[in-house]
């Protein structure tokens, strides 16, 4: 963490310019907040909640490229599938949260591993952008097979009974749902576990070791095919979670469900440098702060163009992403 | 090797003027409206598109999928153009009505042959305004490029294309507070129907030619060894990132003249038709058709566009929507057992490398078989 801050203001010595522009930026939003403080707090507010979501998908495209150099482009599907897998299991079925939560997870990771073993697995000495047309294709397959009739339907579907009542409080103005907080502390703990897992656990030993070096990884005797199957079903099993967290907040689903919040999740781990888990999460966070305030005081149309832009000129300040400069630090 | 047009014989025109009659008067007639525009002149327009992708990422090795993008700007650029002048330039001219004989009937199954009928005024408004609308997406992509390559490379470098897409995209949705004429998100119509099929071959044509020529040019070889080793191009002299750029802003003029192309074909410009998940498919047609290989990707194209267009007609009732089923486990499967694409490295025909004559050295230093090959070459090439 030290070393990421030594880094971050050797960055803004060299890049004062940078400095400067985010400081109008800043001075403007404080402005802002000056003249509607509960409005700002408000956005604040929803641009975490959107953050945490985007950032349950974007550990598992940061994992994957970090260890198979791949843009998973179906892993925006995977949450899809999630959010039905979720959706069916609390209105059909009638199972509780936590357990239809259980199963999306479970779904997602199974769907995930299978995805890796058919398509990606026999690609891997293959040149890269075999493997990248492939995981378009996979992500064809399964948004319009889902959407068939007798899959999903191509429909919009409504969450009407929602597994959990929505309350909400009202803090000087500012509401808070008991959603938003579940969202944050599922989200929290996810990180938390995942963080253990991969560096202070012996697996995640192996998976770091992979995406340091493969060859070597595999003459010290670790079965480089599992690690990698196992980094595939944690990021997918992620992205199920916040697929289902993300269709409670909003509430209505659809086979291409997926496509948008899988970009702006690939987004915001390109934003916080591919490959890096904190930058993955801090990325998703920026994303949806600047999507919330963007829509909010700018344009709600133009969002994506903002988002985008800011992309495009981060990348080119710091063509790694925020936190992405050692590239031997992969997890 | 005497009267030569762009570096090809006559001999070669001929026969593009004998494909064009044939498609034109032969096959057309027997395919219904929806299929002359689906199998014939979009996948020619498709093909313009991807021969442009295919010396970005397939012979420069720049990962691009801001081609779409530049698609939009493309077409709506023209559109805007034709859209207000065609009413004004307006100049028929009054062609020649063949009747054709009842025993050529069985080949070109119309009554009449109408030749010449063409309005000149509207014919070059088309021609200006798909020129216009390539050199706006060439000027765009100059800036955008020259920016962004001397930055990015790889996977950065696409996903920087990828969010130019996106962009351009919410531009279009949004164009209607600026130019009222889009319509934004609705969709533009009243756009003049003017391309044909003579329109969207002579260009493809063109368009190859002059990418072979340049392909197999000092420029060429120039481009090509930025993909292969960038280091070792910029050791041997060469600015890779003005090679970049050139190649970066002629594959967005092919893109934007087939945009033109493409607004003039259905009459209609839609936003969505312009999203970031339609801009994988020239990625798909030049790895389907093989990097680095221009028949490989004229023959993807039409591979693709027809079957693509074709299931709709082919699938049993009931079975439309598995199109897009299918098409992705046939995408797997070729990747999974063909990687190289279609045809791999072979150029057929005209687009194959041409046979250098060697150097002539001077009788001493070169051995008597290498002076005999060079002589033999050199004959060949007459």
Same mark, same amino acid.
């Given at each position: ?113 299978? *995805? ?111 690690? *990698? ?103 | ?144 490029? %020259? ?8 996977? %950065? ?226």
């Amino acid at each position: 963490m030290q070393n990421l801050t030594q880094r971050m203001v050797a960055f803004m010595r060299r890049n004062w310019y940078a400095l400067i522009v985010a400081a109008l930026i800043l001075i403007w939003l404080y402005g802002r907040m000056r003249t509607n403080p509960v409005l700002f707090a408000q956005f604040v507010v929803d641009g975490i909640r959107l953050g945490f979501v985007y950032g349950l998908i974007a550990l598992g495209y940061t994992m994957v490229y970090g260890i198979v150099r791949l843009i998973n482009f179906a892993h925006g599907d995977v949450f899809m599938v999630g959010a039905y897998t979720a959706f069916y299991a609390t209105t059909r079925f009638r199972w509780g949260f936590i357990p239809a939560m259980g199963l999306a997870m479970g779904v997602c990771a199974f769907l995930a591993v299978i *995805i890796e073993r058919v398509a990606y697995k026999p690609l891997r000495e293959a040149p890269r952008i075999a493997a990248l047309i492939t995981a378009i294709g996979v992500s064809f397959f399964l948004e319009y097979f889902t959407a068939l009739d007798f899959v999903f339907t191509p429909n919009f579907i409504n969450y009407t009974p929602l597994p959990i009542r929505f309350q909400t409080w009202d803090v000087g103005g500012v509401t808070f749902s008991n959603v938003m907080l579940i969202v944050i502390g599922v989200s929290l703990l996810c990180l938390a576990v995942l963080w253990y897992l991969v560096y202070r656990t012996k697996l995640g030993k192996a998976m770091r070791a992979v995406a340091w070096d493969k060859p070597t990884a595999r003459l010290m005797g670790i079965d480089v095919d599992l690690v *990698i199957t196992f980094t595939f079903a944690v990021g997918a099993a992620l992205a199920g979670l916040g697929g289902m967290l993300y269709v409670i907040l909003y509430p209505q689903i659809r086979t291409f469900l997926g496509v948008m919040p899988g970009l702006k999740a690939f987004i915001a781990a390109v934003f916080g440098g591919i490959g890096s888990l904190p930058g993955a999460f801090i990325g998703s966070l920026i994303i949806g702060m600047i999507e919330t305030l963007s829509q909010g005081y700018l344009s709600s149309t133009l969002r994506d163009f903002i988002v985008f832009s800011v992309l495009i000129i981060v990348l080119l300040f710091k063509p790694t992403g925020l936190f992405g400069e050692s590239a031997k630090e992969k997890a | 090797m005497k009267s030569r047009f762009l570096g090809q014989s006559w001999l070669f025109w001929l026969a593009v003027l004998l494909i064009f009659l044939v498609v034109q008067w032969v096959v057309m007639p027997r395919f219904t409206e929806f299929r002359r525009m689906s199998w014939v002149i979009f996948p020619c327009i498709m093909a313009i598109i991807c021969l442009g992708l295919n010396l970005i990422y397939g012979f420069n090795g720049q990962f691009s999928l801001g081609q779409w993008g530049f698609y939009g700007i493309g077409a709506y650029a023209s559109a805007l153009i034709t859209y207000h002048w065609t009413q004004r330039v307006t100049f028929p001219i009054e062609g020649v009505t063949l009747q054709i004989p009842a025993a050529l009937q069985r080949i070109v199954p119309l009554a009449e042959m109408q030749l010449f009928h063409i309005d000149a005024g509207r014919s070059a408004l088309l021609l200006f305004a798909l020129l216009a609308g390539g050199a706006l997406a060439a000027i765009i992509s100059l800036g955008f490029g %020259y920016v962004v390559l001397l930055r990015l490379g790889s996977d %950065y470098f696409g996903i920087a294309t990828l969010g130019f897409t996106v962009m351009v995209q919410v531009l279009l949705i949004n164009s209607d507070l600026v130019i009222p004429e889009t319509k934004g998100a609705r969709g533009m119509i009243g756009i003049p129907q003017m391309t044909s099929f003579f329109w969207a071959f002579a260009l493809l044509v063109l368009a190859l030619v002059v990418m072979r020529n340049i392909i197999y040019s000092s420029t060429g070889r120039a481009i090509i060894s930025v993909r292969e080793d960038e280091t070792a191009a910029q050791a041997m002299g060469i600015d890779t990132l003005r090679y970049k750029t050139m190649s970066f802003v002629l594959g967005s003029f092919y893109a934007g003249l087939a945009g033109g192309l493409y607004a003039h074909l259905y009459a209609f410009l839609s936003p969505s038709y312009f999203s970031f998940q339609r801009s994988f498919d020239p990625m798909i047609i030049i790895v389907f058709g093989g990097l680095g290989n221009m028949t490989g990707t004229l023959l993807a194209t039409f591979v693709w566009a027809i079957s693509l267009e074709g299931m709709r007609i082919w699938l049993p009732q009931g079975f439309e929507a598995w199109r897009f089923v299918i098409y992705p486990i046939a995408l797997l499967l070729l990747m999974l057992f063909r990687q190289q694409g279609l045809l791999g490295r072979v150029e057929l025909g005209f687009l194959r490398a041409p046979r250098w004559p060697l150097r002539k050295l001077g009788g001493a230093d070169m051995p008597p078989a290498v002076a005999a090959a060079a002589a033999g070459s050199a004959q060949v090439e007459e």
